[in-house]
Nanobody
């Protein structure tokens, strides 16, 4: 079983930056693909970024490419999402997720473990 706890959300003005962190329990963190998803009320959970455990391959949604960077520190069992040039449309609850396997998939249904989420609000 893997437990995930997000932190780092908050309120920021458009153009600003935030860094989200996700701390994971478990001794096999490095073998998991880790992803970030986001959700706003009434909408489906949306893929943001993912990173594989084995070779660090990354995958980004087109809407965040060039602005967000996902990274991981396997020694600290932590995955990060650096968010720059934030826009009001980035406002959402951001969730950390993990899946066994090696593909950094975009489908949230393929992820087995989820955190409770952290709110990010970007004002215009």
């Amino acid at each position: 079983q893997v437990q995930l706890v997000e932190s780092g959300g908050g309120f920021v003005q458009a153009g600003g930056s935030l860094r989200l962190s996700c701390a994971a329990s478990g001794r096999t963190f490095s073998s998991y693909v880790m992803g970030w998803f986001r959700q706003t009320p009434g909408k489906e959970r949306e893929f943001v970024a993912a990173i594989s455990g084995s070779n660090g391959n990354t995958n980004y949604a087109d809407s965040v490419k060039g602005r967000f960077t996902i990274s991981r520190d396997n020694a600290k069992n932590t995955v990060y999402l650096q968010m720059n040039s934030l826009k009001p449309e980035d406002t959402a609850v951001y969730y950390c997720a993990g899946r066994s396997g090696w593909k950094a998939l975009r489908d949230h249904l393929k992820y087995e473990y989820w955190g409770r989420g952290t709110q990010v609000t970007v004002s215009s």
